[in-house]
T-cell receptor
Framework: GAGVSQSPRYKVAKRGQDVALRCDPI?????LFWYQQALGQGPEFLTY????????KSGLPSDRFFAERPEGSVSTLKIQRTQQEDSAVYLC???????????????FGPGTRLTVL | TQLLEQSPQFLSIQEGENLTVYCNSS?????LQWYRQEPGEGPVLLVT?????EVKKLKRLTFQFGDARKDSSLHITAAQPGDTGLYLC???????????FGPGTRLSVLP
């Protein structure tokens, strides 16, 4: 399909384990966003890439969270030494253009549901 | 930090009824977007409003952006079970850099 894909869809980790979540954006989309969505809440911004450049990482909750997009397409969100409070759905979104100027539509993936035991 | 509030948090209605949900902030946004999210899926964009006072219609859905660009409403006419979902508003600040979601209104339309 031509949409945003994320893998794995579900991940169960033991506390202290490292995890890596993958996002495949729509081909050619410049912008890529990561969000964290707790149960019953709206998505909360984590970080933003324009091509391979990480322009905003102000939403990352701690230095255990790290994101990269080395070739300006696929992105990986890594969480080190997972804690129970990291349990959430992690959403990835891409959009065609950069964020300056008029808003443009963000296309979301289905998310990865992370459960930390 | 710009915050968005949404009300009501939960809404359960019968098929055929009308409803309005609200998105409010003390901050001015350059644009607001409405999304619908179904369980196990990511949010899907419904509409973007940019101009204060703007009204947009999408079939049975009517969206309005407040004159001061601090609030927005979504009105659904003759709700159907297929309208069930989490309705999220999201705002962009004047620099187009920060994108903030509200907590959502969870709508359930009963047949």
């Amino acid at each position: 399909g031509a949409g945003v894909s994320q893998s794995p869809r579900y991940k169960v980790a033991k506390r202290g384990q490292d995890v890596a979540l993958r996002c495949d954006p729509i081909s050619g989309h410049v912008s890529l966003f990561w969000y964290q969505q707790a149960l019953g809440q709206g998505p909360e911004f984590l970080t933003y890439f324009q091509n391979e450049a990480q322009l905003d990482k102000s939403g990352l909750p701690s230095d255990r969270f790290f994101a990269e997009r080395p070739e300006g397409s696929v992105s990986t969100l890594k969480i080190q030494r997972t804690q129970q409070e990291d349990s959430a759905v992690y959403l990835c979104a891409s959009s065609l253009r950069g964020t300056s100027g008029n808003p443009n539509e963000q296309f979301f993936g289905p998310g990865t549901r992370l459960t930390v035991l | 930090t710009q915050l968005l509030e949404q009300s009501p948090q939960f809404l359960s209605i019968q098929e055929g009824e009308n409803l309005t949900v609200y998105c409010n902030s003390s901050s001015v946004f350059s644009s607001l977007q409405w999304y619908r999210q179904e369980p196990g899926e990511g949010p899907v964009l419904l509409v973007t409003v940019v101009t204060g006072g703007e009204v947009k219609k999408l079939k049975r859905l009517t969206f309005q952006f407040g004159d001061a660009r601090k609030d927005s409403s979504l009105h659904i006419t003759a709700a159907q079970p297929g309208d069930t979902g989490l309705y999220l508003c999201a705002g962009t600040d004047n620099y187009g850099q920060n994108f903030v979601f509200g907590p959502g209104t969870r709508l359930s339309v009963l047949p």
